[in-house]
């Protein structure tokens, strides 16, 4: 096998091979999710993702030394970064095209019978 490819002892079990990338990783892993959204709730949500894609990967993942599972991450949570600011220029130019009229934060009103049929007749 090629360097880099070389399975480690501890990580032929699945579970053991996503916790020491989980352990080896998160802390830094989230500090830059922070430092590149200034959300702490993207983060976490951002940090949530990539753990995710990690577990679903981790088969591929186990063959690997812990410095390329280090650059794999990173590779997604680059192109995570790059969706999340993408979803955010998305949402600032909907909102533009709604005259800047953010919601009051509370979910809108429910519906009923008669506020639809004032609707569709137009008043």
Not at 53 to 71: C, D, I
Not at 99 to 118: D, H, Q, S
């Amino acid at each position: 096998m090629t360097e880099g490819r070389k399975p480690v002892a501890d990580d032929s079990d699945p579970v053991a091979c996503f916790d020491s990338i989980y352990e080896a990783n998160s802390r830094a892993l989230h500090a830059y999710f922070l430092g590149r959204t200034s959300d702490p709730e993207a983060a976490l949500d951002l940090s949530q993702e990539a753990f995710l894609r990690t577990w679903r990967n981790v088969s591929k993942l186990r063959v690997l030394s812990p410095e390329r599972r280090r650059y794999w991450l990173y590779a997604v949570a680059k192109n995570l970064v790059a969706d999340h600011h993408r979803g955010l220029s998305r949402t600032t130019i909907a909102a533009s095209r709604l005259g800047g009229r953010p919601g009051n934060g509370r979910p809108p009103r429910r519906a009923g019978p008669g506020i639809v049929r004032r609707a569709l007749r137009g008043r």
